[in-house]
């Protein structure tokens, strides 16, 4: 059986994410997998913090003879077992689990609402003939 490591991809629309995977090369994109090695979300605002790969068992799965598509081959390169960019992926997710630490900022207070001007309205207890209900005409 020939393995090859692919991204499949979940989320919805404009909005990707990409679980790296070990799958059979006859599957489906978004079919069975072998196992699951990582992910990717492209959408993270820190580029080095947008991948995470178990690097055991990508090597593993590489020292087997599995291939990896275009797109994992980069990913692999830059943070896999040898990436070029390990240090800079640390000190990404460093950056972004400090930021979540600090507490939020309180929500900003509503702006006071001008007082309306109430219209002073004509006593209710005089009716005209044509706002009172007649009985009769129903009956």
């Avoid at 692999?76 to 997710?93: C, D, N, R, S, V």
Wanted: proline share 12%; aromatic share 6%.
């Amino acid at each position: 059986m020939a393995v090859r490591i692919r991204l499949k991809q979940f989320g919805r629309k404009h909005r990707p994410f990409f679980r790296i995977c070990a799958t059979d090369i006859r599957a489906p994109r978004d079919g069975r997998v072998l196992e699951e090695l990582g992910t990717y979300d492209p959408m993270v605002p820190e580029t080095d913090a947008r991948c995470s790969l178990d690097a055991e068992r990508v090597k593993y799965w590489l020292s087997v003879g599995a291939q990896p598509s275009e797109s994992a081959r980069a990913l692999i390169k830059k943070y896999g077992p040898e990436g070029t960019h390990l240090e800079a992926m640390k000190a990404a997710k460093e950056k972004i689990k400090a930021s979540r630490q600090q507490a939020p900022p309180p929500p900003p207070a509503p702006a006071p609402r001008p007082a309306k001007k109430v219209k002073e309205e004509a006593p209710a207890a005089v009716e005209t003939a044509a706002e009172a209900p007649t009985e009769t005409a129903a009956e």
